[in-house]
């Protein structure tokens, strides 16, 4: 029986993980009131409502119950709402390895690639809630706060340089999901949500659209979360760094 108890999902906008969450409740039909934090105080925020240490979004409460993390949030979405399920037989269990995956390495990738190409393109900033490009002043304010994501994240030229080179091997993997079909099939799946909103951050990046043309990679980003407002225009990384073929055997 689904939860007669109130579900609310608190959030960031641009968030991979918050898109994950959010795109999941709204497959399952689930009512739930979406509460976008403050950028400045959503750490403070979130570790009041789900406890020490979890400054991170998206975070789910059923009732008086907090759920912190998009795998443990769809998890339960899941159980509480087992129709259409996330995690479908008989492929249950390699969905849920490929979930696991794409929100480790992939997931991490995904924030990287794109605060790493806007510190190369940083008025490409405006763009982040559907708006323009930033004026000089903008610039200079969007600036400070993308070297302070570069230094969180531990974003380096070098670091960068090697995900450009391994990105393609992960996108030859998410192929590997569809033809196993763990993703990209009728119903979506818990690795489609996953994959897919991460796939849609790497879209934002112009550099990376012709290493993701044709692939399952992109067609789950589009079809699961059609608006997003980053744009980062091709040319912010140097071309040398930028790999545009994926391998010749995917490793699903
Ligand atoms: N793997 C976690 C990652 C959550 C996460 O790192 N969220 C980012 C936003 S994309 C965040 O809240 N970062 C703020 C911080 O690290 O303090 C999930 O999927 O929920």
């Known amino acids: 029986m689904p939860t007669a108890e109130k579900v609310t999902l608190h959030v960031l906008p641009p968030s991979h993980p918050c898109m994950t969450a959010r795109a999941a409740l709204e497959y399952k039909g689930v009512e739930f009131e979406l509460v976008t934090l403050d950028f400045a105080t959503f750490g403070d925020t979130m570790e009041q409502v789900y406890g020490p240490g979890n400054r991170t979004v998206p975070g789910m409460t059923i009732g008086d119950q907090p759920i ?14 087992p129709e259409n399920p996330l995690y479908p037989e008989p ?7 490929a979930e696991l995956w794409a929100n480790g390495d992939l997931q991490d990738l995904g924030r990287r690639l794109s605060w790493g190409a806007l510190r190369f393109r940083p008025e ?6 559907g708006g323009q490009p930033l004026d000089p ?12 994501t570069w230094k969180y994240h531990g ?22 999901f569809a033809e196993r079909g763990l993703i990209d099939g009728n119903q979506p799946t818990a690795a489609d949500f996953q994959i897919g909103a991460t796939a849609r951050v790497l879209l934002t990046v112009g550099d990376l659209r012709p290493l993701l043309d044709g692939t399952a990679a992109e ?8 608006d997003y407002g980053l744009d980062i225009p091709a040319g912010a990384f140097p071309e040398d760094w930028v790999v545009d073929e994926l391998p010749a055997t995917a490793d699903g």
């Open 124 to 129: 490409a900033a405006g763009t982040m809630a």
């Open 137 to 148: 002043a903008g610039t200079d304010y969007a600036m400070k706060l993308i070297h302070g």
């Open 68 to 81: 912190h993390k998009s795998v443990a949030i769809l998890e339960r979405i899941d159980r509480e709402y």
């Open 91 to 97: 492929v249950g269990e390699a969905v849920r390895e």
């Open 219 to 226: 067609r789950i980003a589009l079809r699961f979360f059609p």
């Open 155 to 176: 974003i380096s030229a070098v670091r960068l340089a090697d995900d450009l080179k391994l990105l393609p091997s992960l996108i030859a993997r998410v192929d590997g």
